[in-house]
């Protein structure tokens, strides 16, 4: 073979090769199959080298001179919130095509919260690395990240947001709603309503396993606004997605046609070279929070946004945050604040419903990744129709934000509570502590029939944070003591530093800070002490005076988790706390920009 008969694009992208490109440094030259060379001392072999190995999968030189677009991949036999994945990604490579893009699907690590031990949040950081890694090592003009379940949308987020090339996400989808006895169901709020019901001997086990069988009724993330209906709304607010690419179904044939305008909008992001920090600005996370309040979504939300700002370089204000969800009300009238399901916010005009709504409230200059700002998405998305799903703003279903931000000497660096999912009885109390000192204590004792407790106690579970699990699980809706599930008791005050499910609701204080595995206040509570909530005063407040609790630091103290090797020691040793989003310290950016929001 000689040189003239080699890809005339080798020799020219050889001839013109500048110093940094040679050194496998990316920059606007490179593009394609050019971006991100292996080095072998000779650039023009490493392209030839590439386009060798492609041409083995049947690619053509005309295919191979397009933008690359590539695919996240997240489909897993033991994801079934990403069942329809295959059917997803047909789409996008679909109007990837239809737009003169190569499409290449790529697999990524994929998190489902009930089939990753110790929980997904554990990993959800070891995917963002992923994601962010295998962004950076392979060629790609831009990315088009396919999530759904909890903690996959924030972590291919967060590992976007690192590597910084044109992004885009598709949500997977909710799953349809099943049918009880006559009764519409759906996971996972009503789970949990069932199961309660099942401890309290309201259902026997016949029609526990029958329920079994109808609340998941199809693949798809949660039906209710849980974690991961929450993150498909906060993804579509950050102007992450295309204009109502938050609320179709799972199964349904809007989802599919978002897919497709999803891979047709990639690759003119690439055209563009529209980088996610073009789009995930200040105000884009501003308005992120708004809609957070304003959906009484998750409280994940809020460690998940503060990890996805903290590699942008923006530290979240809590007392803020707090500040903002006095004037924004909760409009969305979904489980397990109000009573619908996401399919029924589709049908009510979705996002752009609730958008227009919050019009007021929002920067309608902030960017999208269709290069238009969310105001004139909002206006391209026409007028509103008459719908019971997403309220006025004068007619609220909650008049503040469904999050509340505590502060106190239990929590000196904050912690939160659902108060649009809480029992307003439970909201202005002071109880006993009952302790549990981690969650195989709470499984030992809880049901326990001479267990010491009362409906007016305030139950509190140590060790479930960060490190002191490790992983922060969603242990902190902690069940109701079997002996008052019985007694008819619904909601009790329970206190953790832990997380909770979005699907989960009652009277529910998580997030403490610092955690008690890292000795907060928390570790040494101890039966008995006395603990006030206000969620008027935001105060969470233990009845104990500095000088006890010093003296019981001093007698007990605390030893911090460690461990010898592998994943467990790297996230031990790295993961912050809550109100920094448990993030691992040096995934954070390098420059941090200030703080958010600013009111």
Not at 114 to 132: G, K
Request: charged share 20%.
């Amino acid at each position: 073979m000689t040189r003239q008969t080699l890809d005339s694009s080798i020799v020219a992208y050889a001839s013109t090769m500048n110093e940094s490109e040679k050194s496998n440094d990316p920059t606007p030259a490179a593009t394609g199959m050019k971006k991100g060379l292996t080095s072998y001392g000779d650039a023009g072999f490493s392209l030839f080298l590439r386009k060798a190995f492609i041409k083995g999968a049947g690619f053509t030189d005309s295919a191979l001179d397009r933008p690359v677009i590539g695919i996240a991949n997240t489909g897993s036999a033991y994801n079934p919130c990403h069942g329809n994945m295959p059917q997803l990604i047909e789409a996008v490579k679909r109007g990837i095509m239809l737009a003169g893009g190569l499409p290449m699907d790529f697999p990524t690590i994929s998190l489902h919260e009930s089939f990753a031990a110790p929980t997904s949040m554990y990993l959800r950081n070891l995917m963002s690395i992923d994601t962010e890694e295998m962004i950076r090592a392979q060629p790609m003009d831009a990315v088009v990240l396919i999530g759904g379940c909890d903690k996959t949308v924030p972590a291919q987020l967060m590992g976007a947001a690192s590597a910084n090339i044109p992004s885009i996400v598709l949500i997977t989808g909710s799953m349809l709603t099943g049918s009880h006895r006559s009764e519409r169901v759906g996971a996972c709020t009503d789970c949990r309503r069932y199961w309660g019901k099942y401890r309290a001997d309201e259902v026997d086990a016949d029609e526990i396993a029958e329920v079994n069988n109808q609340l998941v009724a199809s693949v798809g993330t949660c039906s209710v606004m849980g974690t991961a209906s929450t993150m498909a709304c906060i993804a579509e607010a950050l102007g992450m997605t295309v204009p109502g690419g938050a609320s179709p179904p799972a199964v349904t044939a809007d989802r599919i046609r978002v897919a497709e305008e999803t891979g047709t909008l990639a690759v003119k992001m690439a055209h563009e070279r529209l980088t996610i920090d073009k789009v995930l600005t200040a105000k884009a996370f501003e308005n992120a929070m708004r809609v957070l309040l304003a959906i009484g979504g998750s409280t994940n939300g809020i460690v998940h946004l503060t990890a996805i700002a903290g590699r942008m370089g923006f530290d979240i204000d809590l007392k803020a945050l707090d500040r903002m969800g006095r004037d924004t009300p909760v409009l969305l009238d979904l489980k397990p604040s109000g009573q619908h399901y996401m399919e029924d916010f589709h049908h009510a005009g979705g996002m752009a419903t609730l958008l227009r709504e919050l019009k007021p409230l929002l920067h309608l200059d902030a960017m999208t990744v269709s290069s238009r700002t969310l105001g004139e998405e909002i206006e391209a998305a026409g007028p509103g129709f008459k719908q019971d799903v997403i309220r006025p703003r004068d007619n609220p279903i909650y008049p503040q934000g469904g999050i509340a931000v505590l502060q106190g000497n239990l929590a000196p660096g904050g912690a939160i509570i659902k108060q649009s999912a809480a029992d307003p009885k439970l909201m202005e109390h002071e109880g006993r502590a009952v302790v549990f000192e981690n969650a195989a204590d709470l499984a030992t004792r809880i049901d326990r029939d001479d267990l010491d407790v009362t409906a007016d106690d305030i139950i509190v579970l140590k060790n479930i944070g960060p490190k002191g699990a490790p992983g922060m699980p969603e242990a902190g809706y902690i069940p109701i003591p079997k002996k008052l599930a019985r007694a008819g008791v619904k909601d009790i005050v329970r206190i953790s530093d832990g997380r909770m499910s979005g699907t989960a609701f009652g009277t529910i204080v998580l997030h403490v800070v610092p955690e008690s595995a890292m000795g907060g206040p928390l570790a040494y509570v101890q039966n008995g002490d006395r603990i006030r909530l206000s969620v008027a005063n935001r105060e969470i407040a233990l009845l104990v005076g500095d000088e006890e609790l010093a003296r019981r630091a001093t007698e007990k103290p605390v030893v911090i988790p460690t461990a010898d090797r592998g994943y467990r020691k790297l996230f031990l040793q790295t993961v912050t706390q809550a109100d920094q989003g448990v993030d691992f310290d040096f995934l954070r950016a390098a420059e941090m920009l200030g703080a958010i929001p600013k009111l």
